[in-house]
């Protein structure tokens, strides 16, 4: 497999002008993951700092409710700031620092991995600007004030659907215009090394969900399921259980208001291969190309493509994608709060949901683990007028 592409998706199209700036990344960080003192430092942060490893949870409640197979949580939700995206933010900014850059930009749309940016820029005493959609800017006010706190600059992004593929241009923009910053891209997206970046320093909760279900069952889990927006949750979770063929891997993109009404972002379920953002994978995209407009009740999945590595695992047959409504995310949303006791972000909802379609089908002895991304405190505003509170 040529480096940075799985299969025929990757890659980095970009202005020739980028090219050496995306090289010198590329080299840093392969000699930086070679670099046992920069793993050493990493792993420790990981465990002081973020707190890891995140627990696994069952979730016996839900399990006898639905009937069927038992469900399994990887937590992510309980790392310091609430979410998956503090494991990549944290190796990027150890890579910024080797770089000698003091300067971090950043896009975001639930804005999970903003925050995340906001937090390693505060204890690195780096200078960090965050993009956001205006729309994700009044949906996510919380994660807002979080940035705001730590020392953040937010810029609102007002074109288009102002939400998180306009936040992706915005910063690959200013990234293009200021070669002394360091971009932290959230997602495993953008032209190499990007994605690939993003699948080590988030191969973490796989690795660890791996040997917690072990150490617990003593066998494998029989489905992994995470929700895809950019995918970066997922590929992190599926990356562990790839080359184990008894591990059926499960994405879960956003239906938003139904396929049939063009109201979603499901790219993998209804898009075709394109370009987007300097990288190519499956996009949701009109005739010509050009990304079309797309709609989730989650800021941090609307988005018109998806990681390359995803829709290689689609092609070759290893992963499966499916899409929820957004209906269904919220009721999975009411159900984990109501019987677990657990608020889980609206993303990884859309997980949890798929998981309860499938659970009254499954055996007793079967399991399936869901990769709970983050927590719900930003969603709350927008989610308890939906359930009637």
């Not at 980095?12 to 090289?23: D, I, Q, S």
């Not at 204890?123 to 729309?135: D, E, H, P, W």
């Not at 690959?172 to 990007?194: C, D, K, M, R």
Request: charged fraction near 25%; proline fraction near 5%.
């Amino acid at each position: 497999m040529r480096r940075g592409f799985f299969g025929e998706y990757g890659g980095a199209f970009v202005p020739e002008a980028l090219l050496p700036r995306l090289e010198e990344l590329d080299r840093a960080f392969v000699e930086a993951t070679a670099d046992g003192e920069f793993e050493r430092e990493y792993v420790r942060l990981l465990k002081e700092y973020v707190g890891r490893p995140s627990a696994l949870t069952e979730c016996a409640n839900v399990s006898r409710h639905c009937g069927g197979g038992r469900l399994f949580l990887k937590r992510e939700d309980l790392n310091h700031t609430g979410a998956h995206k503090i494991n990549n933010a944290l190796g990027q900014a150890l890579l910024a620092r080797r770089m000698g850059k003091k300067e971090l930009i950043a896009e975001t749309g639930a804005g999970m991995h903003g925050t995340a940016t906001a937090t390693v820029a505060a204890l690195f005493g780096m200078k960090c600007t965050v993009y956001m959609g205006a729309v994700d800017v009044k949906r996510q006010a919380p994660n807002v004030a979080r940035m705001k706190a730590l020392g953040a600059e937010v810029v609102e992004v007002h074109d288009g659907l102002a939400t998180l593929k306009e936040a992706v241009d915005a910063a690959l923009t200013a990234y293009v215009e200021q070669p002394e910053t360091f971009y932290l891209l959230g997602s495993a997206v953008g032209p190499h090394p990007f994605p690939t970046m993003v699948r080590r320093f988030q191969s973490v909760i796989g690795r660890e969900a791996r040997e917690q279900f072990l150490a617990r069952e003593g066998r494998l889990p029989d489905y992994a399921l995470a929700c895809v927006g950019g995918g970066s949750n997922a590929i992190g979770l599926f990356s562990a259980f790839v080359d184990d063929a008894s591990v059926k891997l499960v994405g879960v993109e956003p239906a938003g208001r139904g396929l049939h009404t063009g109201d979603h972002a499901a790219t993998l379920v209804a898009g075709r291969p394109s370009l987007i953002h300097g990288f190519r994978s499956y996009v949701l995209a009109d005739g010509a190309g050009e990304p079309l407009p797309v709609y989730s009740i989650s800021a941090g999945l609307d988005y018109p493509g998806v990681g390359p590595e995803h829709a290689f695992l689609k092609d070759s047959g290893r992963a499966s994608y499916v899409a929820v409504t957004d209906d269904e995310a919220v009721e999975a949303f009411r159900t984990l709060c109501r019987l677990e006791g657990i608020i889980p972000a609206l993303e990884s909802a859309h997980a949890l949901a798929q998981a309860l379609k499938m659970l009254p089908g499954l055996r007793e002895d079967e399991t399936l683990l869901v990769n709970l991304s983050g927590r719900g405190d930003k969603d709350l505003d927008q989610v308890l007028p939906l359930l009637g509170l």
